[in-house]
């Protein structure tokens, strides 16, 4: 209910205020890259060195610094709201627009891909919805410390925090979630 309000409050957000929302979060990834390791170190301390799948899990500077990267490249996309898809006059001089609209709160579900959080976010901010999130117990704590930084970059571009919510990472959360209404 949180996150579906806050979303009501992003339909009224600037396309200039969501750039710099994003942008902001962008900073505070290279700027807190040491909280965001110091999570993922715990995460990958539960795991088997020897598992191939480490590697999807596994944050370092330089990854973090492509995440932040790829999150400008989203600030800077067209912004989707409002834009017009067709246009046309009817026989009776009608004239009818579909427009693009955001659609209120996306549900996500999946893996131990601590990169995905943040593009995610990334992407339903950029498209003023909001966003429920519900990564693996895998990166956890990784998932957490981005939060963090997500909710930082919303509360300094005035939006609420609300916006977009980590849901618990056990595995009874998705039937909840995909039964939500």
Same mark, same amino acid.
């Given at each position: 209910?949180?996150?579906?309000?806050?979303a009501v409050?992003?339909?009224s957000?600037?396309?200039?205020?969501?750039?710099?929302v994003?942008?902001?979060?962008?900073?505070?990834?290279? /700027?807190?890259?040491?909280?965001?390791?110091?999570?993922?170190?715990k995460?990958?301390?539960?795991?088997?060195?020897a598992?191939?799948?480490?590697?999807r899990?596994?944050?370092?500077r330089?990854?973090?610094?492509?995440?932040?990267?790829?999150i400008?490249?989203v600030?800077?996309?067209?912004?989707?709201?409002?834009?017009?898809l067709?246009?046309r006059?009817?026989?009776?001089?009608l004239?009818v627009?579909?427009?693009?609209?955001?659609?209120?709160?996306?549900?996500?579900?999946?893996?131990s891909?601590?990169?995905?959080?943040l593009?995610?976010?990334a992407?339903?901010?950029?498209?003023?919805?909001?966003?429920?999130?519900?990564?693996?117990?895998e990166?956890?704590?990784?998932?957490?410390?981005?939060?963090?930084?997500?909710?930082?970059?919303?509360?300094a571009?005035?939006?609420s925090?609300?916006?977009?919510v980590?849901l618990?990472?056990?595995?009874?959360?998705?039937q909840?979630l995909? /039964?939500?209404?």
């Amino acid at each position: 209910i949180k996150a579906h309000r806050a979303a009501v409050g992003l339909r009224s957000a600037s396309g200039r205020q969501m750039q710099e929302v994003l942008r902001t979060l962008a900073g505070l990834l290279e /700027t807190s890259a040491g909280s965001l390791l110091r999570a993922n170190a715990k995460d990958l301390a539960r795991r088997d060195p020897a598992d191939p799948r480490r590697d999807r899990l596994l944050l370092n500077r330089e990854r973090i610094l492509a995440i932040a990267a790829s999150i400008r490249k989203v600030s800077r996309l067209p912004d989707p709201s409002g834009r017009v898809l067709e246009r046309r006059v009817l026989a009776n001089g009608l004239r009818v627009e579909k427009r693009a609209v955001p659609l209120g709160v996306v549900g996500a579900i999946y893996e131990s891909r601590p990169n995905v959080t943040l593009d995610i976010a990334a992407l339903c901010l950029r498209s003023r919805n909001g966003c429920l999130l519900k990564g693996s117990q895998e990166a956890a704590e990784t998932n957490k410390a981005a939060m963090v930084l997500i909710r930082k970059a919303l509360k300094a571009g005035g939006l609420s925090p609300d916006c977009v919510v980590l849901l618990p990472p056990e595995r009874e959360v998705v039937q909840e979630l995909l /039964t939500a209404t």
